[in-house]
């Protein structure tokens, strides 16, 4: 259980963890690279230890210091092997696709909560490519066997990075041109990746194409992420001031910052600039007084990760909120539209889940209390987030899951843990 005692103020200058999304494609690709490639700040949470983890198993080098990585590729992949994805999805999904063209056997497993989640939605779409995947009911383990991959064009039910990145990555194996078309734009790290590293890429708006490729190594320094930066922006909106640095302002995750321009968060992006072929900026976000808004459409797909912690804000808004088309937070490490709601309401807010989203009734401010984590990462750090600038403060139980994705989070806001 972790305790945290409101604050009257919030304020500091943060330098976050490396990008997630990110550090996972560094590490995959790369792996599957020819040459040897440094990744700096990377992220070395749980959900990327797996990755590294899997991507030893089948034959790649990787070697970490701190946040710094070094990773030579294997010109062929290890046969036979078991992949433990543990708690990650983007793990298991990306690396569904990428083992369905290396003519290798290989079994693809993850703990308990992963073992839950739908993993049919990548083994589909990679069948239509000619791949040989077998899921277990839909869900892991996922089963990949040796075949011969085509390309085709593919059009995907949902936006999905990780739907997307999967049949991309079995793309730069398949003959032909391989075309992902979804409903919406998604976030676009793998394309961006695969074209810096040599593959044939196309991007024509949410049409991405990709031809059978050799893969080079690419030194990565990865930005700080977004969605760890995005608690320290929503402290700084609620309680004082804060300036967040050097973090990814890739258009495909900057949705937070539409829905804050929305909101009337007093925010500045400083000091714009690229690495890799990411723009990064520094982010300075000052006390704000928030009105309800509504979010849907096209925007959702770049805040999907947020969104528990935008409908928190909006529990400290003034007016009625409404956050719609956002299905895909039911298929996260937990089904986000219900355990948002039973968070917000724990806190003294009032959420009411909808089938695509929540209605979100502000109340200026929120009293506290004890919240579950769910054993959900996205949210135990919005809970604290929640209690930070309640009333009376409060508990979060089963705080260790933030350590998927930001393993200090606690002890940079000062609260230590307990």
Do not use: W
């Amino acid at each position: 259980m972790q305790t945290i005692r409101n604050l009257g103020s919030f304020e500091g200058e943060f330098l976050l963890p490396g990008d997630k999304s990110i550090t996972h494609r560094a590490v995959m690709l790369n792996s599957a690279a020819a040459g040897e490639a440094v990744i700096t700040n990377a992220l070395c949470g749980e959900d990327c230890v797996s990755t590294c983890a899997c991507m030893r198993a089948l034959g790649a080098k990787i070697d970490v210091d701190g946040s710094t990585m070094r990773v030579r590729g294997v010109e062929r992949f290890r046969a036979g092997r078991e992949l433990d994805c543990g708690n990650s999805g983007t793990t298991m999904r990306l690396l569904t696709g990428l083992v369905s063209g290396k003519g290798i056997d290989a079994v693809l497993t993850g703990d308990a909560s992963l073992s839950k989640r739908p993993m049919e939605r990548v083994a589909r779409p990679l069948g239509l490519l000619g791949a040989n995947v077998r899921a277990t009911d839909g869900h892991a383990p996922v089963y990949v066997s040796p075949a011969e991959l085509v390309g085709r064009e593919i059009l995907t039910d949902v936006a999905s990075a990780q739907v997307k990145s999967a049949i991309l990555l079995a793309g730069i194996s398949a003959s032909g041109i391989t075309t992902v078309e979804e409903p919406t734009k998604s976030r676009d790290h793998t394309e961006r990746m695969l074209s810096a590293m040599g593959a044939k890429v196309s991007v024509e708006g949410n049409r991405v194409s990709v031809e059978k490729s050799e893969l080079s190594s690419l030194d990565v320094d990865v930005p700080a992420d977004i969605s760890s930066a995005s608690y320290f922006m929503a402290l700084g909106a609620l309680k004082g001031k804060t300036l967040c640095k050097n973090v990814g302002v890739n258009p495909t995750r900057t949705g937070i910052l539409r829905a804050f321009d929305k909101m009337g968060v007093r925010y500045s992006v400083l000091n714009k600039r690229s690495s890799g072929g990411e723009e990064m900026a520094d982010i300075l976000v000052e006390k704000s007084p928030l009105c309800g808004v509504e979010l849907g459409g096209d925007d959702i797909p770049s805040m999907i990760d947020e969104l528990p912690l935008i409908a928190l804000m909006l529990a400290f808004a003034d007016g009625e909120s409404r956050i719609r088309d956002a299905k895909e937070l039911k298929v996260k490490e937990s089904d986000r539209i219900k355990t948002t709601a039973e968070m917000i309401n724990r806190l003294g807010g009032e959420c009411i889940p909808t089938d695509d989203g929540f209605i979100i009734r502000g109340k200026k401010q929120l009293l506290g209390g004890t919240v579950d984590s769910f054993m959900d990462h996205r949210i135990a750090m919005s809970a604290a987030v929640g209690l930070l600038a309640s009333v009376k403060g409060g508990q979060i139980l089963r705080p260790e899951c933030c350590a998927i994705s930001f393993p200090n989070f606690f002890q940079m806001l000062g609260v230590g843990t307990k």
